[in-house]
């Protein structure tokens, strides 16, 4: 059974920053590609960042140059820096594993963490 535990969210103003992390347990973690996801209320899951197993990144133009994604595969654990955080940025964050960078998403989801992005 594969489990997802995100951390990191908070309240912050505009223009701060956030690491979010997300422990990965029950799988094979340096053999996936993962994604960090975002749903803000009344809207659908998005894509955000992904990375590959190689380390390679993608990320959504809203994000791009503001968020990074980065991995240890030591620790189980995918990251997700924020930088320069906008209202819009605000919703609960999740990381999955993921069919190939950018990619769909497979398996269970966690709990998720909130973020907050005050103007």
Same mark, same amino acid.
């Given at each position: 059974?594969?489990?997802?535990?995100?951390?990191?969210?908070g309240?912050?103003?505009?223009?701060?920053? $956030?690491? $979010?992390?997300?422990?990965?347990?029950?799988?094979?973690?340096? $053999?996936?590609?993962?994604?960090?996801?975002?749903?803000?209320?009344?809207?659908?899951?998005? $894509?955000?960042?992904?990375?590959?197993?190689?380390?390679?990144?993608?990320?959504? @133009?809203?994000?791009?140059?503001?968020?990074?994604?980065?991995?240890?595969?030591?620790?189980?654990?995918?990251?997700?820096?924020?930088?320069?955080?906008?209202?819009?940025?605000?919703? @609960?964050?999740?990381?999955?594993?993921?069919?190939?960078?950018?990619?769909?998403?497979?398996?269970?989801?966690?709990q998720?963490?909130?973020?907050?992005?005050?103007?």
């Amino acid at each position: 059974q594969v489990q997802l535990v995100e951390s990191g969210g908070g309240l912050v103003q505009a223009g701060g920053s $956030l690491r $979010l992390s997300c422990a990965v347990s029950g799988s094979t973690f340096s $053999l996936n590609a993962m994604g960090w996801f975002r749903q803000a209320p009344g809207k659908q899951r998005e $894509l955000v960042a992904s990375i590959n197993t190689g380390g390679s990144t993608k990320y959504a @133009v809203s994000v791009k140059d503001r968020f990074t994604i980065s991995r240890d595969n030591t620790k189980n654990i995918v990251y997700l820096q924020m930088n320069s955080l906008k209202p819009e940025d605000t919703a @609960v964050y999740y990381c999955n594993r993921l069919v190939g960078i950018g990619g769909a998403p497979f398996g269970s989801w966690g709990q998720g963490t909130q973020v907050t992005v005050s103007s």
